[in-house]
């Protein structure tokens, strides 16, 4: 069974330039999560999605993040403009329902802005 | 409220040692507990997870215990192996507004000696 599939794994950009990354989940899995991981810190959830709907964007910085799950599958996650501190590892993760049940993480794409 | 303080940072171990790493909360609503492994360059992976109606749980070399009284939660990683060189982290949610989402430590970077 593939597991959850981000791209691209590195990106590195100038900023103030646009980003997005995509993420394919695993199989099955309708509820999906984009988290964010500074240097030596644990991940923090950005946004949950169950199916196409985000349930919980509570922590997503609007005024320069954006995402999407148009058909309650694959995923992308937008900044635009990039800013010096967006430099992380942005994971994503997958489980079969949010309660309880494990979450698949992706490997991360590591953004360094520039 | 919403914290999960984990220690140590980092933590050297021999081969055939035992690593233990600790982690407090405050929000008396967690009520699930896991902890997740992060190899270099890969995402966190579940590794063990325990809820607050037992003591204690093992699975092979990993043991966690849980103290409800003191909010405390502990991995010990018995015969622990240079294979086990990580970092983890332990999580916690819970509670009417977090129950879906999972709040992480910091991360002990955890290396093991041969």
């Known amino acids: 069974e593939a597991g959850v599939v981000q791209s691209p794994r590195y990106k590195i950009i100038e900023k103030k330039q646009p980003v997005a990354f995509w993420c394919n989940p695993i199989?099955?899995?309708?509820?999906l999560y984009w988290y964010l991981q500074n240097l030596g810190q644990g991940p923090e959830l950005l946004i949950r999605?169950?199916?196409?709907?985000?349930?919980?964007d509570s922590q997503l910085p609007k005024d320069r993040f954006s995402a999407e799950r148009l058909k309650g599958v694959d995923s992308t996650l937008k900044i635009q403009p990039a800013e010096l501190g967006d430099s992380a590892v942005y994971l994503c993760?997958?489980?079969?329902?949010?309660?309880?049940?494990?979450?698949?993480f992706g490997p991360g794409t590591r953004l360094t802005v520039l | 409220q919403q914290q999960v303080k984990q220690s140590p940072q980092s933590l050297i171990v021999q081969k055939g040692g035992i690593s233990i790493i600790n982690c407090a909360y405050e929000?008396?609503?967690?009520?699930?507990f896991p902890w997740y492994q992060q190899f270099p360059g890969k995402g966190p992976a579940l590794l063990i997870a325990i809820r607050p109606d037992v003591s204690e749980k093992k699975e092979g070399r990993f043991t966690i215990s849980f103290n409800k009284s003191a909010k405390q939660f502990s991995l010990h990683i018995m015969d622990s192996q240079p294979g086990d060189s990580a970092t983890y982290f332990c999580?916690?949610?819970?509670?009417?507004?977090?129950?879906?989402?999972?709040?992480f430590g910091q991360g002990t970077r955890l290396t093991i000696n041969p």
């Open positions: 999580a916690a949610k819970g509670g009417i507004q977090g129950a879906q989402k999972l709040v």
């Open positions: 993760a997958s489980s079969s329902t949010s309660d309880y049940n494990e979450q698949f």
């Open positions: 199989s099955g899995h309708n509820t």
């Open positions: 999605y169950e199916n196409e709907e985000a349930v919980d």
């Open positions: 929000n008396t609503a967690f009520d699930y």
